[in-house]
């Protein structure tokens, strides 16, 4: 059996464990900058608040609203799900972090549906009382199974946060009133296909031959109509792959005008960008970077770009700071303030399967990059950084309304008086 914790409205919950005058309060939460809506409570919600908004568009309206507006709090969210997670292992046999707000958990037991149910109350119940944070728990033969109770767990009448699909009645209540677009694994892209096929609830997709599905779509949707059946067919590899190239951009919270920043800005994509390439064990084999401005400032578009490859493959930070020394006088023009910039490493490959050459230097140190990655995770990011990219940034982010790092940083440790 399988089950899927899934936070419900995970920023905005964070936001409130350390904070008690906010609980009772609708809550909406900004992206990068400032820029737009990410997360809301069910109350912003209920006042009738969506996410992917332009926060300026809505500003004056969350203010009359009695609206408290947070920035994204990175810190906090990750160690907030780091205890989320420590606390679902002590209920099965495997937990697997599929994003910073869900998990899958699998079972090697067997229970009656009625005491999967009970047991999805007790996780919900426990994560509240060690972590302040509500989730719903869906159980399922299947993860795409499981996924769609944990659907059903938050948003269908008569659900309170734990539901199970293991009969055929079960998965028939459940799956008629999901839409397709709601079943995992279905984009909108092949949710309108479908649609055009008649085929416009979960149960619909159910039905269908899943040979016949593959021939029209793919495997995947062959896959996720087997398992809409019970039939198991994803392992975590298939849930989450490697990715195939790794993207680190952002636009800057003041205009950049100098080489100098210009480069402090693409070494900070770089040391995001190659420690994720570590993190799914990976080597990159080339290289792009671009440096922009704003297309809405009144001066013409510019937008520069860079390419470079690499003769062995690499993951090793130092090497990507180096292609960036060698593409600033390319990428930086005099007059242009520049608005975005970034970095993606592409070619990526299994570091296990690289090719080495006979006749170039391995400058890869991926012990010394081992270390690095250790250290930052142990004490949190920037513990341990390259000196290129400085120590006063204008690029930060402009997060006008950050909560506190409670939990990360000793200054902001919460104090109670008594």
Known sequence: ????????????????????????????????????????????????????????????????????????????????????????????????????????????????????????????????????IPIGVGFGPTPTLAKAANHASKKLPGCTGSAIINTYAERKHILTQMSVSDVWGIGSRIAKRLNALNINDAFSLAQQDPKKMRKLFSILVENT???????????????????????????????????????????????????????????????????????????????????????????????????????IPRLFLPGVKYYKAGLGLLDIRDKRFQQADLFTAQSNDQKLMEALDNVNQRFGRDTLCFAAKGFHRTFDMKRNFLSKRYTTRWTDIPKIKC
């Open 225 to 327: 109509v087997r398992e809409l059946n019970g039939e198991k067919r994803l392992s975590w590899d298939d849930v989450r792959p490697n990715k195939k190239e790794i993207y680190s951009t952002r636009s800057f919270s003041e205009r950049i005008t100098t080489p100098v920043e210009l480069k402090k800005a693409l070494v900070f994509h770089a040391e995001i960008a190659a420690y994720k390439l570590r993190k799914q064990h990976s080597v990159a084999g080339s290289l792009t970077l671009f440096a922009a401005n704003s297309p809405h400032d009144n001066t013409h578009y510019v937008k520069r770009t860079s390419y470079a490859t690499f003769v062995i493959p690499t993951c090793d930070t130092r090497d990507f700071l180096n292609v960036i020394s060698d593409a």
């Open 1 to 132: 059996m399988f089950a899927l914790c899934d936070v419900t409205a995970a920023y905005a919950s964070a936001e409130k464990i350390y904070d008690p005058t906010i609980r009772d309060k609708p809550v909406l939460v900004l992206s990068n900058n400032d820029s737009n809506v990410v997360a809301l409570c069910p109350l912003a919600k209920q006042l009738g608040f969506k996410k992917f908004v332009p926060y300026f568009q809505i500003a004056d309206a969350a203010k009359k609203a009695g609206v408290v507006v947070k920035s994204s709090n990175y810190e906090l969210y990750q160690d907030t799900a780091n205890r989320l997670f420590s606390t679902l292992e002590r209920f099965c046999d495997n937990v697997h972090e599929y994003s910073i707000d869900e998990a899958f958990l699998s079972f090697d037991t067997s229970l009656k549906d009625r005491d999967w149910y009970q047991l999805g109350h007790e996780i919900r119940k426990t994560v509240w009382r060690e972590v302040k």
